[in-house]
């Protein structure tokens, strides 16, 4: 079945560090790609997608690269803030099966100033 | 504003008592979904919902109910809670089911002692 593997956290970074959350995924045909966010106490908020391969998610400075050959979706941000910290999760809908986003673990990112 | 609204909160209970978490939305979305959030385990869909009267088992529906007689409530029933049914419980919606963003409530924290 769908899966996707995340890079165990905690994460714990200074501000204006660069960031890579690495995410890999396992999943029958071509699926669609997703990051989502979760703040404290908050549902989760998509952050950004790809629905096809080479394609390129961006949104609040991270970007995530559809990369097929390597079946990855690497989450990557220039230079962190201390409101960046979060819980971040990669997810998958895959074009066949049931309605359903497939999730990995999340990875809990903190940013100290 | 649009939102997805799960009520209560948070809740306690005894084993075997039957609760409803209800669960609105206000997008006039045809696909509902719940999803309970464990550690380690990341998000898993319970039951999900492609329109009105339109119910199909997620990954772990086990102890669970839902119905979807109005487009906009997507109730999760637990006939006899368990213990084991002690999550963090969300409930998202979107307009195209997987490859759309979804819109997630702000969580039920239930307890089942």
């Known amino acids: 079945g769908d899966s996707v593997t995340q890079m165990e956290g905690p994460v714990t970074l200074s501000e204006e560090a660069f960031l890579t959350i690495n995410c890999t995924y396992t999943?029958?045909?071509?699926?669609?790609l997703f990051w989502y966010v979760q703040y404290p106490g908050e549902g989760l908020q998509l952050l950004l997608k790809?629905?096809?391969?080479?394609d390129k998610g961006s949104n609040k400075g991270f970007e995530a690269t559809y990369r097929k050959e390597t079946t990855s979706f690497h989450l990557e941000k220039g230079s962190v803030q201390v409101s960046d910290s979060a819980v971040y999760f990669c997810?998958?809908?895959?074009?066949?099966?049931?309605?359903?986003?497939?999730f990995g673990t999340g990875t809990r990112l903190t940013i100290i100033p | 504003e649009a939102q997805v609204t799960q009520n209560p909160r948070y809740l306690i209970t005894v084993t075997g008592k039957k609760l409803t978490v209800t669960c609105s939305q206000n997008?006039?979305?045809?696909?509902m979904s719940w999803y309970r959030q464990d550690p380690g385990l990341g998000l898993r869909q319970i039951y999900y919902?492609?329109?009105?009267?339109?119910?199909d088992k997620g990954d772990v529906p086990e102890g669970y109910k839902v119905s979807r007689k109005e487009k906009r409530n997507f109730p999760l029933i637990l006939e006899s809670p368990s213990p084991n049914q002690t999550s963090l419980y969300f409930c998202?919606?979107?307009?195209?089911?997987?490859?759309?963003?979804?819109?997630f409530g702000q969580g039920t924290r239930l307890t089942v002692v």
């Open positions: 919902s492609m329109n009105v009267e339109v119910t």
């Open positions: 999943a029958t045909g071509y699926p669609s």
């Open positions: 997008m006039n979305h045809e696909y």
């Open positions: 997810a998958l809908h895959s074009n066949f099966g049931n309605e359903k986003l497939t």
């Open positions: 790809a629905t096809k391969a080479d």
């Open positions: 998202a919606s979107s307009a195209q089911g997987g490859v759309a963003e979804a819109f």
